[in-house]
């Protein structure tokens, strides 16, 4: 039997649903970093700002103050990462995205959204999925009940878990609400414009 094999039987030892675990996957309890470029060195978040625009009626800006007064959300979710590894059960706080369409007022020709972060990463997620309440995506500064650390995205990072965890922009600066689709950073460079795991969707053509 192979490494990725025995990691998936151990699952239900460990009462872990084996369906949980997308194909092509093996659990971790670790949680490796992986990004392109630097970790961006903040100071005291003085001159830190999250800004909403594209199609909306009300775009804004946000001082890090005031984007910590927004209402908060606590998630408990699977996640995802192209280079095969998934962590169950992980623990975020942060702001819905419902709470930044709602505010911005979003017009009904958005489909999709482009976050923006630090040195010019860049990720798409389509709109719809989130018709489905199963589905969540929040702009998170808290793991496992504490800030988040450096080289996962301090002080916020967006979190879509049902996608591979390419999508989930660390070092968040921008959300933009588009009319239609547009390649991200990962996506230019070959990686599926969905990515949806369970489809094992990595690649363009997958
Ligand atoms: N800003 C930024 N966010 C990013 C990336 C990146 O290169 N830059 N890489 C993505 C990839 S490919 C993955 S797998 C996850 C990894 O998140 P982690 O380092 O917290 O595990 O971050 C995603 N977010
Ligand atoms: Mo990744």
Redesign the pocket.
């Known amino acids: 039997m192979g490494f990725f094999e025995r990691n998936r039987n151990d699952l239900a030892g460990k009462g872990i649903d084996p369906s949980r675990l997308p194909p092509g996957q093996y659990s971790t309890d670790r ?7 630097n970790v961006p060195n903040y100071g005291d978040l003085s001159n830190w700002t999250f800004e909403v625009f594209g199609e909306v009626d009300h775009g804004f800006k946000l001082t890090w103050s005031e984007f910590c007064e927004l209402p908060s959300v606590e998630i408990l979710t699977d996640i995802h ?3 095969k590894w998934s962590k169950f059960d992980t623990n975020w706080k942060g702001v819905d995205l419902a709470i930044i369409i709602e505010r911005a007022q979003v017009r009904s020709s958005a489909t999709h959204i482009m976050l923006h ?3 010019g ?1 860049t ?1 798409n997620v389509p709109l719809k999925d989130l018709e489905d309440h199963q589905n969540i995506a929040i702009f998170a500064y808290e793991y496992e009940g504490k800030p988040l650390d450096p ?3 301090f002080p916020l ?1 967006f979190v879509m878990p049902h996608l ?9 600066r921008k959300v933009e609400f588009m009319n239609g689709d547009r390649p991200g ?2 996506e230019q460079n070959g990686y599926h414009m969905y990515g949806d795991p369970f489809q094992e969707q990595r690649f363009w053509g997958d």
């Not at 949680?31 to 470029?37: E, I, M």
């Not at 591979?164 to 660390?170: E, L, N």
């Open positions: 949680f490796p970093v992986l990004h392109a470029g990462c192209v280079t972060s630090e040195y990463f990720a080289e996962h995205g990072r591979y965890f390419w999508k989930s922009a660390k070092w968040v950073f990962w």
